[in-house]
């Protein structure tokens, strides 16, 4: 099956604590992207990586880092979780400078 | 600020008849639009997108319209069905941006039987 892949699905931790997000896509792909979508619904891009590279890095804060071990994958890391961090994580994935994003299940975050 | 905006949160149609979803940019530079679909805890879906080369583009039901110098843009749904029931979100990039999409807050459209 061709798609892009996210685990864990949903995600509850504490304050301060450490998470890390994993996406795969076996599209094909060489770029791939981290999206945040907050409690308002609004789509963010957080970063996107070119065959392992960062491409785009918006203003977010430190405590988030990306890890690309090869172009089919990109992970994301939390460092400290703040409560503001709760939201919903979406992994995308396209041919750079291509049009179409496709994107994974997305993985959603509580911090209590 | 939000460099894309969808000024109707909410939308309902009867079956059969035409949906219009509207989008707003401030980005002199984007030149790629795009809607997605999502349905309930599903991730977005391309439907159908366009360049800025053109300003019209028709797929089966859908179609985007693009207005460049009033910086707006719509899908047009047409015979709307039931199962076109979603929140669609717009979606605007700028080439040399790493393709980089900065999307609308969405709009949920309801087509009642």
């Known amino acids: 099956e061709t798609a892009v892949f996210q685990t864990p699905n949903y995600h509850v931790t504490q304050v301060g604590n450490e998470v890390s997000f994993n996406c795969k896509q076996t599209l094909g792909h060489d770029t791939m992207y981290w999206y945040k979508q907050d409690s308002k619904k609004l789509l963010k891009i957080m970063f996107s990586y070119n065959n392992k590279q960062l491409i785009v890095n918006e203003t977010v804060p430190r405590r988030f880092s990306p890890q690309s071990s090869d172009k089919a994958h990109l992970n994301l890391r939390i460092k400290s979780v703040e409560p503001e961090d709760s939201a919903v994580y979406l992994c995308?994935?396209?041919?750079?400078?291509?049009?179409?994003?496709?994107f994974g299940p997305g993985t959603r975050l509580l911090v209590l | 600020g939000q460099q894309v905006k969808q000024s109707s949160p909410s939308l309902t149609v009867q079956e059969g008849g035409i949906s219009i979803l509207n989008c707003d940019y401030e980005?002199?530079?984007?030149?790629?639009f795009a809607w997605y679909k999502k349905y309930p805890d599903n991730s977005p879906t391309l439907l159908i997108s366009v360049r800025s080369n053109v300003d019209k583009r028709e797929d089966g039901r859908l179609t985007v319209f693009l207005n460049k110098s009033g910086k707006h843009f719509s899908l047009h749904i047409t015979a709307s069905q039931p199962e076109d029931t979603a929140v669609y979100l717009c979606?605007?990039?700028?080439?040399?941006?790493?393709?980089?999409?900065?999307f609308g807050k969405g709009a949920k459209l309801t087509v009642s039987p």
């Open positions: 979606a605007a990039g700028a080439q040399g941006t790493g393709s980089k999409l900065s």
């Open positions: 995308a994935s396209s041919y750079w400078g291509g049009d179409t994003q496709y």
């Open positions: 980005n002199d530079m984007f030149d790629y």
